[in-house]
């Protein structure tokens, strides 16, 4: 396989006119990549070598137009550069962790303060729980329902469907409970995807706001894009993985927490599925 010539060469052949620009810098910046272990760069994984050149690629064009023979040869002019733009990088990739860091303290702070106003609202107009319970027509199909979908019922809301079912809210929450420590795993992984998800989502946003920047070099345009797209593509990869976690409880799980056959289970949910299908195509 033939090797990449040293930068060396390849400035030359700038010079004598056998290369163009845009040739030198293809095969110098591929030179870079393909020897990362000749510039310091094989400290970096290699999908971060590609993000570093992009960084780099201005600091090159420089260093070549700046670059004066003083009896160091190219390769070793452009590796001391390399060096300080490695240093700059790292920087620069700290202030991107922290701005994410900021964005998810944000996020976090909207999400307080809209719970504060809901506690505020909820202080301001108490529920009141001597008020007569709605009545259900099928409180077993309610159950079962509430105990599929435990990952959405707060202690409030538990609370108010045991009154409406007749039942003990401490005894709710214990079997909402009980669920979720058997789904302790599955729910971590859950959340893990769900995380991954977001801060790939901040990264498009991100990186779509710098391709739109009119004054971005075409190279570095490209590079961009591929970097947008390879985290598009992750970002679809994340959302199809979520979609195929079951974030339900199992029948069976349901069933062997209330003590009763996995049958009655799946006959009721049935019926209440066939139910709402009847409801939808009825008003639809």
């Known amino acids: ?30 030179h870079l990549l393909n020897n990362p272990h000749r510039f310091s760069l094989k400290e970096l994984a290699p999908h971060d070598r590609m993000d570093f050149i992009c960084f780099y690629f201005p600091r090159f064009r420089k260093a070549v137009e700046t670059y004066k023979d003083t009896g160091h040869s190219f390769d070793a002019y452009i590796h001391r550069s390399i060096q300080y733009a490695l240093r700059d990088y790292r920087s620069e990739e700290l202030l991107k962790h922290k701005e994410e860091a900021q964005i998810w303290y944000q996020i976090e702070e909207c999400s307080r303060d809209i719970q504060e106003d809901a506690t505020v609202q909820e202080i301001q107009e108490p529920y009141d729980y001597e008020t007569p319970p709605l009545k259900i027509r099928n409180p077993k199909q309610v159950l079962l329902l509430t105990l599929k979908a435990y990952r959405y019922i707060s202690p409030d809301f538990s609370r108010r469907i045991a009154l409406s079912l007749g039942i003990e809210p401490e005894k709710l929450e214990h079997w909402i409970d009980e669920i979720r420590r058997k789904r302790t795993h599955l729910d971590a992984q859950i ?33 961009l894009e591929w970097r947008a797209a390879k985290n598009l593509k992750r970002l679809e990869n994340l959302t199809e993985r979520l979609n195929t976690m079951k974030k339900s409880a199992s029948n069976q799980m349901v069933a062997d927490v209330l003590k009763i056959p996995k049958g009655t289970v799946d006959a009721n949910l049935h019926a209440l599925k066939h139910k709402w299908k009847n409801h939808d195509d009825l008003y639809n």
Request: charged residues 25%; proline residues 5%.
């Open 1 to 30: 396989m033939e090797t990449n010539p040293p930068m060396e060469q390849l400035l030359t052949g700038l010079k004598n006119g056998s290369l163009s620009q845009t040739d030198f810098e293809q095969r110098a910046l591929s």
């Open 191 to 223: 959340d893990v995807v769900q995380a991954a998800l977001q801060r790939c989502y901040i990264q498009k946003l991100r990186l779509d706001r710098q391709i739109q920047s009119h004054e971005l070099d075409p190279f570095i345009k490209t590079k």
